[in-house]
Nanobody
Framework: QLQASGGGLVQAGGSLRLSCAASGRTSSTYAMGWFRQAPGKEREFIGRISRSGSGTHCADSVKGRITLSRDNAKNTVTLQMNSLKPEDTAVYYC??????????????WGQGTQVTVSS
């Protein structure tokens, strides 16, 4: 089970820190990531972090503005977002999965947390 938290309302240019707590399984077994979905838009990949936390990859739309980190001892993953823009407004989902021959397979999804950025 994945539980995301930390969403809220923030002004453009501000920052938010989203957290995801994993329970029921050892998070270090899985790569972790974040997706978001804005109203009327398709779900968008934001970024992922490797099982060990040594590697991250971010979408171009947020590159340079986000930082992903994880604490496997606490089974948590964090998404730090800076310089937020109104277009970052969306429901943000924490995911867990594994890399297979076809790419990353995100088998587990959290319930989502709303991020709203006002202009």
């Amino acid at each position: 089970q994945l539980q995301a938290s930390g969403g809220g309302l923030v002004q453009a240019g501000g920052s938010l820190r989203l957290s995801c707590a994993a329970s029921g399984r050892t998070s270090s077994t899985y790569a972790m990531g974040w997706f978001r979905q804005a109203p009327g838009k398709e779900r968008e990949f934001i970024g992922r972090i490797s099982r060990s936390g040594s590697g991250t990859h971010c979408a171009d739309s947020v590159k340079g503005r986000i930082t992903l980190s994880r604490d496997n001892a606490k089974n948590t993953v964090t998404l730090q977002m800076n310089s937020l823009k109104p277009e970052d407004t969306a429901v943000y989902y924490c995911v867990a999965g594994k890399l297979d021959i076809t790419g990353y397979r995100w088998d587990y999804w959290g319930q989502g947390t709303q991020v709203t950025v006002s202009s």
